[in-house]
């Protein structure tokens, strides 16, 4: 049977509450509360993924959470 929880990629937790989620809305599986550096660098590589989707065509599999550029020329 399938598990989503096994499936979930485990991330460290950058919110603003002193204890770490059990549960999100997103199925995000937070390990525990990530430091300074971590959360800044989290913060940035988003900002450089959603600007790079800007820029993607529609039909891009790179639009699919953790597919890069090299997975995306397998497929091709």
Known sequence: MFDLDRCTIPT????TKKSVPK???NNT??????TNYECMTK???????????????????QRIKYV???YELNFK
């Open 43 to 61: 913060g940035f590589g988003a900002g450089m993924a959603m600007e790079k989707l800007k820029k993607l065509p529609l039909n891009s599999l």
């Open 12 to 15: 460290v937790y950058c919110g």
């Open 29 to 34: 599986r937070y390990v525990r509360k990530g």
């Open 68 to 70: 890069g550029e090299t």
């Open 23 to 25: 549960k999100t809305k």
